[in-house]
């Protein structure tokens, strides 16, 4: 990537504790470029108006900017119709609406779920709230030594009675990209239904939800260069049918009574209240952003960095590297001897390099990690190997530091 880009990122042009600031801790949350920034301010300067209510001309227009985002997300994930897309807070209140909605109307006692032990906790979680509640059965996917998912794995745990399998694309921990496209074949041959957790994928890569053919598909828009507060469902279109809305007032319905209510057609009977109209500008302007430079050398780009960085951070005696050597996404994550992640971001923060530090919401994988939590440093469209030699510098003055 080229210094024009870094330049549309106004925050990278400041220092931290005396040093021009690396940041890291892409996998969190990106920084925003200035045409996602102009966007959401110029909405509010001159487009600030509340949605599908007034005809006059801010209404029109604000209607206009939220529903042109909506056919904007189809097109960059090639849904078939924007009724498969719905707008929520993030990629967590996605995935708690298919399994309240959808997973506790199709399971019952005696059912399976499938998931790994890589899961994000708001893949996790949810899916444990459903078990309880219907008398569904939880069934792990075993890691391979490195971290990774085979779909060999996940056979040997599907069966007849399995009814969602729920997996991120991307690992935000291992960096492992799982066989999601795969495994959403094998769970429609016996009749079950797939869940994908995009956060860390959708940011990094061309998705197609149609070549993936899975069922529902979530992700965020912060972590793609938008603002924060807005994320997208993907669902096919006679599932999201299929299902009860699980808020519920204005804007979501078609007639209300005393005693009953009925609700507007897809995709608005998910969308009740006010819904996030900058973050959907916003939005619409970061996939803009990214689709001018391109997905594919944003992912080549990445790679290339992952690569890099694995080769320098493999050279510091002592450090412990998690996941597979090789991966197709920027994100290393690691424990340096003795000392704890906390400290070691601590002590990177006074060199400017910021990385994230604790168990990422995934606890079940650091168990299985067998560690209490791991450093991660995790890499965007905007860093360079720069950024990845002040990283190691740092980690090294770390472990002098701590002798």
């Known amino acids: 990537m080229n210094r024009d880009i870094l330049e549309q990122f106004p925050i990278l042009n400041q220092e931290i504790n005396g040093h021009p600031l690396v940041y890291l801790d892409n996998a969190a949350t990106s920084q925003k470029p200035l045409a996602v920034i102009e966007a959401v301010k110029r909405y509010y300067e001159h487009d600030n108006a509340n949605v599908h209510r007034g005809v006059h001309t801010l209404g029109s227009r604000a209607t206009d900017a939220y529903e042109g985002a909506r056919e904007k997300v189809a097109k960059f994930i090639n849904a078939k119709s924007t009724k498969e897309i719905i707008f929520t807070r993030g990629t967590t209140t996605a995935l708690n609406l298919v399994a309240s909605s959808f997973g506790r109307s199709i399971c019952q006692e005696g059912d399976e779920i499938v998931l790994t032990p890589l899961e994000h906790h708001s893949n996790l979680i949810p899916w444990q709230q459903v078990a309880k509640a219907t008398g569904a059965t939880l069934k792990y996917v075993k890691l391979q030594e490195d971290g990774s998912v085979t779909l060999a794995e996940v056979e040997k745990v599907v069966t007849e009675k399995t009814k969602i399998i729920a997996m991120g694309y991307v690992s935000n921990v291992m960096g492992v990209v799982n066989p999601v496209k795969e495994v959403a074949e094998l769970a429609h041959r016996h009749g079950a239904y797939m869940v994908v957790d995009g956060a860390q994928s959708t940011p990094h890569m061309k998705i197609d939800v149609q070549d993936l053919d899975c069922d529902f598909y979530a992700f965020s828009g912060h972590k793609m260069c938008g603002p924060t507060g807005i994320g997208v469902l993907y669902g096919k279109k006679a599932l999201l049918e299929s299902m009860e809305p699980v808020e519920f007032g204005g804007e979501m319905i078609d007639d209300v009574g005393l005693y009953d209510s009925s609700w507007k057609e897809l995709p608005w009977k998910f969308e009740g209240g006010t819904p996030i109209i900058a973050g959907a500008v916003g939005l619409a302007a970061a996939i803009d952003f990214l689709e001018e430079i391109g997905m594919d050398q944003i992912e080549e780009h990445e790679q290339k960095l992952a690569k890099y960085a694995i080769e320098r951070i493999s050279e510091i005696e002592g450090l412990k590297l998690y996941g597979p050597r090789v991966r197709k996404v920027g994100l290393v994550t690691f424990n340096l001897g003795d000392v704890h992640p906390h400290d ?33 440093a995790s890499f965007y469209l905007y860093n360079t190997e720069q950024d990845v030699d002040r990283l190691i510098s740092a980690l090294i003055q770390t472990k002098e530091y701590f002798g």
């Open 344 to 376: 070691v971001a601590t002590v990177l923060d006074a060199s400017g390099v910021a990385i994230r530090a604790g168990h990422h919401c995934c606890q079940p994988l650091m168990r299985w990690l067998e560690a209490s939590a791991t450093a991660r």
